[in-house]
């Protein structure tokens, strides 16, 4: 990953068995370059580290949870073909291999990338009327380095069109897919969070490991990302992928756009 930076892009904060960690770039919408996701990696290596802590709380400040990859990071890397994308599956294999329950608190949009997050994490809370999608095609690109924890929560009949379209979709229809594991009003996104930790507290910490072992038990979760990076290195260093992310930074529609 990138080298150390002065500026804090993840906060970590923990008490009474509960590490929060909170997105902290809302300026860039909490775009993932590759300092936000260093700084995310360790905050989840502490937690998982960290014999006080029996739950994570992966949340987020401004309005957005997560805009997805850092498309201007990303175009400024395409040259040296540094991608922040390759740095993800580090991150995502550290959400779901870690000891502790991981819940996701989404009070607002997730796209691309970000959606990799929220599929990673063991619960998941999103407000009914936050907007998400997947949307690698519209880029030029492909979910590839995402894939492998979607596609254990999601429909294949759900994954197909998604991928496929990109288009928009609510929190709704995230817990109908699979995705997330409860949607409920905005307002009640917090409360509902800390139903869950209430409720994950009263397990014995080591079952709790014990069970997320067995449900991924002869899975190679972090091995099939790794290689989904590739994939998705190749399409955001090819033609369209590199069209695309110009396009979006443009403001305009890319070529391959049909107009209406």
Known sequence: MAGATSETFVKYEAADGVATITLDSPTHRNALSNELLAQLEAALH???????VRVVVLTHTGRVFC????????????AAGELPAAALPQVLAAIWECPKTVIASISGPVRGGGLGLV??????????????????????????V??????????????????????????????ATGLVTRSVPA????????????DLLQGAPGAQAGVKR?????????G???????????????EEGRHGVQSFLAKKSPDWVVPE
């Open 119 to 144: 599929a990673a994490a063991d619960i998941s809370v999103c407000a009914a009327e936050a907007t998400l999608a997947f949307t690698e095609v519209r880029l030029g690109v492909v979910p590839a």
């Open 67 to 78: 805009a997805g990859v850092d498309l201007a990071a990303t175009a400024q890397c395409q």
């Open 46 to 52: 502490r937690a998982s580290g960290d014999e006080e």
């Open 214 to 222: 067995l449900l991924s038990a002869h899975e190679d979760v972090r």
């Open 187 to 198: 307002a009640d996104v917090e409360a509902t969070v800390n139903g869950f930790v209430t």
């Open 146 to 175: 995402i894939a492998p924890v979607v596609l254990r929560k999601i429909r294949a009949t759900d994954a197909r069109e998604l991928f496929l379209t990109g288009s928009t979709f609510d929190g709704r229809r995230a817990e």
């Open 224 to 238: 099939e990302l790794e290689a989904a990076a590739k994939t998705s290195t190749e399409f955001f260093l090819g």
